[in-house]
């Protein structure tokens, strides 16, 4: 059972067990999940991942080795960034209810949910080991005109202000917005301030700013009054932003670099 389940995790208790029956005596599901359970296997909802493509796997695994023995301290002169949405309303597949046969559609009982989550807001943000950096609201697609605007007015002087010797560095994925000329242009007219760190592509992963969109998604859920329209929305992160805790973000930023390097 334990090579079946090494060959192919996505094998059902049936599957399992009716292998088993051609090998000895009949034997149902029961005592199949027995010896499972015995040697440590559960039946668990995987993990999600990006599908990430042999050619970028192998340009995350070059990243991994360039940079393998910064220091947190290197780290420190990275300033993170990235985009992320948040919606007005939640699907929840995981929600569940006590309810009697006949009462699945008392007015107490069904989730509601509209279409596209209620919309949504758009934010970009950025932050390094030293401090939060803005989160500016995006009002409609990031296009590179846009993030033209984003740079100039909130990455070159939160830049030049943390790294006034030119020794930081600034992250950004490869968004098609962030790889657009004018944008590598106005990059290079700056590159005495200081240098645009080379990103791996499709890492979300490494970028420890995904755990703080994370900090603010909850704290969203948590609020006692949630937001009923999409203004109260980006009030309301903003503010959880802003309150963001310093031994928070610097935590993320030690213990992010501890496990890449791991």
């Not at 944008?183 to 007219?189: A, C, H, R, T, V």
Request: net charge positive; with cysteine; hydrophobic share 35%.
């Amino acid at each position: 059972m334990g090579r079946l389940i090494q060959a192919d995790r996505r094998a059902s208790l049936t599957e399992i067990t009716h292998y088993n029956r051609g090998m000895q005596q009949s034997i149902c599901k029961a005592t199949t999940r027995t010896p499972l359970r015995r040697m440590g296997y559960n039946s668990r909802t995987p993990h999600r991942v990006p599908l990430i493509s042999t050619t970028n796997r192998k340009k995350r695994l070059q990243f991994a080795r360039a940079h393998q023995n910064r220091t947190v301290e290197d780290w420190k002169n990275v300033a993170w960034s990235d985009e992320s949405r948040f919606l007005l309303r939640h699907s929840d597949g995981r929600v569940r209810i006590w309810c009697k046969q006949n009462e699945n559609m008392d007015p107490s009982c069904p989730v509601t949910t509209v279409q596209a989550g209620g919309g949504g807001v758009m934010v970009w943000g950025m932050f390094s080991w030293h401090t939060l950096g803005p989160l500016v609201p995006i009002g409609h697609r990031l296009n590179a005109t846009a993030y033209l605007s984003i740079v100039s007015d909130h990455v070159h002087p939160f830049m030049t202000t943390m790294y006034p010797s030119s020794d930081g560095y600034f992250q950004q994925d490869n968004a098609p917005c962030h790889k657009a000329r004018i944008i590598s242009n106005g990059f290079l007219e700056h590159d005495n301030e200081f240098t645009v760190l080379k990103w791996t592509p499709q890492s979300p992963d490494l970028n420890p700013i995904e755990h703080l969109w994370d900090v603010v998604e909850r704290e969203l859920r948590a609020l006692d009054v949630h937001p009923t329209n999409l203004h109260q929305l980006q009030d309301a992160i903003l503010s959880i932003w802003a309150n963001i805790s310093k031994e928070c973000f610097q935590h993320l930023v030690e213990c992010h670099i501890e496990l890449r390097q791991f």
